[in-house]
């Protein structure tokens, strides 16, 4: 079936500093989704991205769907302490319907 | 309602027991979807309701899980004969339509804790 992975499963970065987490999948995604998940809270949308070699940005925020729409980024840029939680990519495949297949999650904390 | 709820939003059972989770979606969403989630882990398909469909229901681990959703709103996951590793945060999540894509809003979650 289909897999999502995300890389890393954790970092850990100083203020200000700017950070990545990566998400790739074992098949073509008609569209991936990004959530973001405080401790001790629920995931919360953030953004989608259908077309492949799509680019978007939030604020500090930028999310990228790679031209093979198999993969996809999101860097934080300058990392403020209000960003620490974790991020999960979420895909969807042309047969999922909209079973949504989550990645592990990348786990963010930032030090002040 | 304002957002998706989901209740208790904590339970601690004794293993053997039967437990019921309710959620109640976003007001005028049609697709509902139930989640487990185990700490520190990703989110963990169960299933999945559009309109009057026929669940999706390839993500139930075993024939202890069971869902329904009545009158096309209110859902219930019974999980039956509670194991330890059944314990985790159960979410459930709405959306407006099943149209591929369509935003996907949880609750807060029910924290299962199995003794």
């Known amino acids: 079936g289909q897999q999502v992975m995300q890389i890393p499963q954790y970092q850990h970065v100083q203020e200000g500093e700017d950070f990545t987490t990566y998400c790739n999948s074992s098949?073509?995604?008609?569209?991936i989704q990004w959530y973001k998940q405080r401790p001790g809270g629920h995931p919360v949308f953030l953004i989608q991205?259908?077309?492949?070699?799509e680019v978007k940005k939030q604020k500090r925020l930028t999310f990228q769907f790679g031209e093979a729409k198999k993969n996809s980024s999101l860097h934080i840029t300058a990392t403020q302490t209000t960003d620490v939680g974790t991020y999960f990519c979420?895909?969807?495949?042309?047969?999922?319907?909209?079973?949504?297949?989550f990645g592990e999650g990348t786990q963010l904390t930032v030090n002040p | 309602g304002a957002g998706v709820s989901q209740s208790p939003s904590n339970k601690v059972t004794e293993k053997g027991k039967d437990v019921e989770l309710r959620c109640d979606p976003i007001?005028?969403?049609?697709?509902l979807y139930w989640y487990r989630q185990s700490l520190g882990q990703g989110l963990e398909f169960l299933i999945y309701f559009q309109g009057n469909s026929a669940p999706d229901k390839s993500g139930l681990p075993s024939d202890r899980f069971s869902a329904e959703r009545t009158g096309g709103s209110v859902s219930t996951l019974t999980i039956q004969r509670t194991q330890q590793e059944d314990s985790a945060v159960y979410l459930c999540a709405s959306s407006l339509t099943w149209t591929v894509g369509n935003t996907i809003y949880f609750g807060e979650g029910s924290w299962l804790t199995v003794v």
């Open positions: 991205l259908v077309k492949s070699g």
């Open positions: 979420a895909g969807l495949t042309e047969t999922s319907g909209s079973r949504l297949t």
């Open positions: 007001s005028g969403h049609t697709a």
């Open positions: 098949t073509t995604l008609s569209n």
